[in-house]
């Protein structure tokens, strides 16, 4: 018989803690008897998890339920104002933080331009956007369990460093260590990409059997690969780069040093900056007015309004668009056959007809066969995705249940 180790009965006992916990959660107010049949413990285990969880004030007795022939049964709910996570999304025009209560609801958000992409003053804006909302939303800070700061780019893995960020411009910048300097809570730095699908895993309440990818369709193009185990982050941490993907030869100069990337024709930087080239070179359209004729306010929304309103440059501007992204998402489909892919990002919230038109892409790029099972689906968190993706990182990397 196997003799385990302490190392292995301490994380036994944590694996169980949090399943009976976020047994009680999903179930949002249930008895010992049917987590103990759940999670596929024995009652009175569940009994010492949830009497320790009691004493903590991390759950609570809400009273007592139906009897189903025998006593009435105690109910367990989660005391929503125990924990806090704050979440983060750094964004190239804007940044965005929320706080979420213990029960995973939002209980806060705010949104503001980004001032600066130079480190020090972004960091700075960060930490200010983050104490406001912590005080706005009457938190105290001994219950703030941790920041989870979604940023654009390549970051490693652990320490939080921004190795390359092509739409800041940064390379080597130690984001995580110097937020830590910054604010009385712990801090992690993840992909933005990586946040944003967690976040909406978490949302869908999906659990994942092979394989899901969360595409994020914005001012950038990336994407995420989930696993049932978690996050695939590949050898060296740099997993996902879906736009990237170099798809026109001699292609648009892409910020990432290469030319004809999927992130160079299709996202919502290249589609506002092709449309402002049209203009520049007398191409007649509708696009100029809704920038008032400064081209320095155009945006990828007024390309996609004017397209809607039958603008023949703009629809032409889209159509490629969505034909690109669906290459990059076949050539995915074709190589990991995954049972879902998720569609966020701004560009996403510009109606049905764009995503048809992805869809529809991807029929026919993809391999004959190959993929026949996935599901393309649209995400449900909206234009703060990303931020309470930043908060899920911090729910599923800090062990906010046991007495460390």
């Known amino acids: 018989m196997r003799k385990y180790s302490k190392l292995d009965l301490t ?7 949090i399943n009976v916990f976020n047994c009680i959660l999903e179930g949002k107010t249930i008895n010992r008897s049917v987590i103990a049949k759940k999670v596929g413990l024995s009652i009175p285990a569940v009994m010492s998890i949830t009497d320790d969880l009691i004493e903590k004030s991390i759950i609570y007795a809400v009273g007592k339920g139906e009897s189903h022939g025998g006593k009435r049964p105690e109910m367990l709910s989660v005391v929503p104002d125990r924990f806090f996570f704050i979440g983060v999304d750094v964004g190239r ?33 960060i930490t200010e956007m983050t104490m406001d909302g912590i005080k706005e939303a009457k938190v105290p800070n001994d219950k703030i369990v941790g920041v989870g700061v979604a940023m654009p780019g390549l970051i490693e893995r652990g320490t939080g460093r921004v190795l390359f960020s092509p739409n800041f411009g940064w390379r080597d910048v130690p984001l995580q260590d110097k937020l830590k300097a910054c604010l009385p809570f712990n801090v992690l730095v993840e992909n933005a990409n990586r946040a944003l699908t967690v976040g909406e895993i978490n949302n869908m309440q999906l659990k994942p059997t092979s394989c899901v990818i969360g595409v994020n369709l914005a001012y950038g193009i990336g994407s995420a690969v989930v696993l049932p185990n978690g996050l695939y982050y590949g050898a060296s941490g740099t997993s996902g780069e879906i736009g990237h993907i170099i798809v026109e030869n001699h292609g648009a100069y892409c910020s990432c040093g290469n030319y004809g990337c999927i992130e160079s024709i299709a996202s919502g930087d290249a589609i506002a900056r092709q449309a402002r080239i049209a203009i520049d070179n007398k191409i007649q359209t509708s696009i100029a007015e809704k920038c008032g004729g400064d081209l320095k306010k155009l945006d990828a929304k007024m390309v996609f309004d004017a397209a809607k309103e039958g603008d023949s440059l703009a629809q032409s501007l889209v159509k490629k668009a969505a034909d690109y992204i669906g290459k990059g998402l076949a050539i995915a489909i074709n190589m990991l056959d995954p049972e879902q892919i998720i ?10 007809f764009f995503i048809d ?48």
């Not at 569609?343 to 049905?352: A, D, I, K, V």
């Not at 449900?380 to 993706?389: E, F, M, N, Q």
Request: charged residues 20%.
């Open 343 to 352: 569609l966020c990002g701004g560009l996403t919230l510009n109606g049905e």
């Open 11 to 17: 994380s036994i006992t944590n694996h169980n803690r």
């Open 357 to 404: 038109m992805i869809k529809k892409a991807v029929s026919k790029y993809q391999m004959n066969h190959a993929g026949r099972n996935v599901q393309i689906v649209v995400g449900k968190s909206g234009l703060y995705a990303t931020a309470i993706g930043g908060a899920w990182i911090v729910v599923n990397n800090i062990d906010f249940l046991s007495d460390n």
């Open 93 to 125: 025009t804007s940044v965005r933080v929320v706080v979420m209560n213990n029960c995973r609801d939002v209980v806060y958000k705010a949104s503001k331009p980004t001032e600066s992409v130079e480190p020090d003053d972004l960091i700075g804006q």
